[in-house]
């Protein structure tokens, strides 16, 4: 079984930086994508990056070029590097892990993140 936590959450201001982090424990057999989804008040979790094994990344245009996610396969570490936060940034922010053998999905509790001045 794997756990993921997510941390990092929090306030800040328009225009600042937040890095989130999603500590996995347990074993993911083989390939897999790791990915952060958000979602506000009222509106569907969508998915915002990913990153599989191998690096590629992908990003959803709202937040293309602001953010960065990466990982560090060793530590079972993935992050979500966020600059020029904006108030629609505003979100609870998910960590999903697909492993791709099964296409099984983990995820982590979500963490808080607010953007106001």
């Known amino acids: 079984q794997v756990r993921l936590v997510e941390s990092g959450g929090g306030l800040a201001q328009p225009g600042g930086s937040l890095t989130l982090s999603c500590a996995a424990s347990?074993?993911?057999?083989?390939?897999?994508?790791m990915a952060w989804y958000r979602q506000a008040p009222g509106k569907l979790r969508e998915l915002i990056a990913s990153i599989q094994s191998g690096g590629a990344t992908n990003y959803v245009d709202s937040v293309l070029g602001r953010f960065t996610i990466y990982r560090d396969n060793v530590k079972n570490i993935g992050y979500l590097q966020m600059n020029s936060l904006k108030p629609e940034d505003t979100a609870v922010y998910y960590c999903?892990?697909?492993?791709?053998?099964?296409?099984?999905?983990?995820w982590g509790q979500g963490t808080q993140v607010t953007v106001s001045a």
């Open positions: 999903n892990i697909n492993q791709w053998y099964g296409d099984v999905h983990y």
């Open positions: 347990g074993s993911v057999f083989g390939g897999n994508t």
